[in-house]
Every structure is written in C-alpha cells, then in structure tokens.
C-alpha cells in the first residue's frame, strides 16, 4: 500500500480493511476457538514453561492469526508471545 | 426429478425471502416449471406478503403437519402465475411446532406434485434452520458484501457440510457497482475468494425491489428491472443453462462528473446508474 501513501491517499480502501478483518474473524470461527479455550492453552503454557524460565505473565499474549505457507496459501497460526524475565539454569542435564 | 432448494443466509435482512419469490416466480413464469415456495418462518412469516398472496391463507405448514387439514388444502395457488403455489408459514406458533422429521416428510410429499419445492429458511442457526434444511438436496446461500453477513453465510456454509450437503451455491445480493468500483464494498471476487463456494449469481441493488415488495409483486417479472434480468439470469442457471455471469461495461465520468464529485455533488456515475452492468 505504499504507492498509495506517495499519491498522498494514506488510508486503504475500506473494502480492503473489511476483507482483512473478515479473514481474521473466519479464522477463529472455522477454527471454533472460543477466549476461553484461548486461556487454557495460556495456563497450561504458563504451567510448562514456568519449570524453566520465570516469565512475565502478564505481558504474555496469545492469538490465532493466519500465516503464509508459500506463495497464496494461508494457514491459521497459534501465536505467543511470553517476556521472559529470568532464566531458570536448574534444567542443566 | 424434482428438486428442493432451501434459502438460507444465517443472518437476516440480506434477501432470503425477496430471493425464495423471485427465482419461484421466474421458474413458473419463465420455465414453466411447477413450482411450490414453502415458508419456513414459523411465527415470522412474510413470504406471503411478498408475494401479495397474504389474503388469501386459510391453512399453514404447521396445519398440515399437524394433519389439521390436507397439504391441498393449505396450498395457495398464484392466480397471477400458472403452476406457482405457496405454503404459508405459521404466524401464530412457534419454531417448535414443527420437527425436522415432519419437515422431511412434507419436502416428500411436495417431491410427488412439484418440479421445484423453495424452501425460504428463517434466520439464525436453531431449531428453524435445522427444520428448513431437514428436507432439502441443494441450498442457495444468500448474502450481501457486508463483513456481518459473509462471516454468517461462511457459518452456514459450514454447517451445511457438516449435515451432508454437497456444493451449496452463493447469491450475492444488493450488490453496488458504484461502490465496489471506489473500493469502498468488496468485489463479488472478494467474497468469492473468502467463502471459497461457487457463485449463483449476482443481484444488484434496486430500488424496483421495494417497489415490487410494496406491490407485491416479484421483479423477476419486471422486464425493466435490473435485479429482475439478473434473477432472471438466476432462474436459467437453475435450469442448467449456461448464462455468463457477467460482463461490465463503465460509462467513463465526464468532465463535468468530475467536478461535480469533486464537489461532493452525486451525479449519475456516483450514484451507480451510469455505469452499465450485466449480471
């Protein structure tokens, strides 16, 4: 969209941005993923990792999103993003 | 063979009802096909109000499931039209008066008599739907390029596949040349592309469409109407005939258009009547 910004038209066609947001909203409902399921994989993330580092819970952010497999096929994607604060050493085997 | 079509969208207002009398309509008017549009809006009923048949009901869908009265008895011939009949809702019931299995049997029966039986589904995804679809082979999915109702037709499209449904085919309704073309609604190929099912047909937005439901009388019979070519263009496909989709032809503005716009005065081409569309 950037040819757009040099013909002094900043904004994207509002076509697009509902075309953009209907992707993002098919994702989760086809992908029946509830926030509440969202949580889940979030404590049980938390539970996990904990053993190993000390993270920052509530920076901690999860989200479905899409990502691009090759050139014009998208798949959905579990993102996380956890702030880690300290490292643990004691899983040094 | 006979077949039942159901008329489906999920969420409301986007022209299930408009569309159930409009293909019904051309079927017996065009095709000579018999036809009977059954409403399946038990409690909310207005296929007969669009078809101007709303005085003369005298038994319903929830009746002769009830074994009230005999299917004969609640079908409304369109005087208007020959071979096109109407199956009135139930106004004064509710959705759980009627099961999916007396559904199935009625489509059955109907199946005996009929080329084409319309089923016009009510909204939503509950008990209504289930009975709409219970007793149909092909369903038409209806929406409008709006975020709210392709999210509900993808929803829908879903659970039509989950209950056995083959190929269900995409109507798009109220479409606006004129806007799709600033970018400002999305494009039949963007809907198309999300949805990932295959195009009906294309309706664009009419003003003759109020007028006809105020009349009661579908535009599918209006020679002059452009979402009447296109239901016409619809009922075809039905058929089987192969009528290209579309083809598009843009007046350029003038000039004077262009200042007109400039000035945020609508002109012809703003507000779509100039651009000539086929669908």
């Known amino acids: 969209m950037d040819f757009l910004k040099i013909f002094g038209r ?12 209907l992707r993002l909203i098919l994702v989760h409902d086809r992908a029946n993923v509830s926030p509440k399921f969202l949580e889940m994989i979030k404590s049980q993330l938390i539970n996990i990792i ?7 819970e509530d920076g901690m952010e999860i989200k479905l999103t899409r990502m691009k497999k090759d050139e014009d096929t998208t798949v959905p994607a579990l993102v996380a993003n956890i702030p880690i604060r300290r490292m643990k050493h004691l899983a040094k085997i | 063979m006979s077949q039942v079509l159901v008329i489906t969208s999920g969420k409301g207002g986007v022209g299930k009802t408009t569309t159930t009398a409009n293909i019904g309509t051309g079927l017996a008017l065009y095709k000579q096909r ?3 549009m059954v409403d399946a809006d038990i409690g909310l009923r207005n296929l007969d109000v669009v078809m101007g048949l709303e005085n003369r009901i005298v038994y319903d869908l929830v009746d002769v499931t009830h074994g009230l009265c005999r299917l004969k008895q609640a079908l409304i011939k369109d005087k208007r039209f020959e071979n096109l009949y109407l199956l009135p809702a139930a106004q004064t019931k509710d959705k759980t008066a009627v099961t999916p299995e007396q559904m199935e049997k009625l489509c059955d029966e109907l199946r005996k008599d009929f080329d084409y039986v319309l089923i016009d589904c009510p ?3 509950e008990q209504g739907f289930k009975n709409a679809i219970a007793g149909a082979d092909k369903a038409i999915i209806v929406t409008t390029p709006e975020v709210s109702a ?3 037709a993808d929803r ?3 659970l039509l596949e989950a209950s056995g449904f083959e190929e269900p085919k995409l109507l798009i309704n109220r479409i606006r040349p004129d806007m799709v073309k600033r970018g400002d609604m999305m494009s039949i190929e963007d809907m198309i592309d999300i ?16 007028v006809s439901t105020n009349r009661g009388e579908p535009a599918v019979a209006d020679e002059t109407s452009r979402a009447g070519q296109a239901y016409r263009n619809i009922t075809r496909r039905i058929e089987g005939e192969e009528v290209p989709l579309m083809t598009l032809q843009e007046v350029e503005p003038t000039f004077m258009d262009k200042l007109r716009m400039l000035f945020g005065i609508k002109t012809r081409t703003a507000k779509g009547e100039g651009a000539k569309w086929t669908f």
């Not at chain 2, 949805?195 to 109020?210: H, M, T, W």
């Open chain 2, 195 to 210: 949805l990932a099912i295959e195009l009906l047909g294309v309706v664009p937005e009419d003003e003759k469409i109020v």
């Open chain 1, 50 to 56: 904990s053993d190993y580092m000390e993270i920052e």
């Open chain 1, 10 to 21: 900043e904004d994207i066609s509002s076509k697009d941005i509902a075309k953009e947001r």
């Open chain 2, 34 to 36: 018999k036809v009977v």
């Open chain 2, 156 to 158: 829908i499209v879903g």
């Open chain 2, 150 to 152: 392709v999210r509900d």
């Open chain 2, 123 to 125: 909204a939503g995804i």
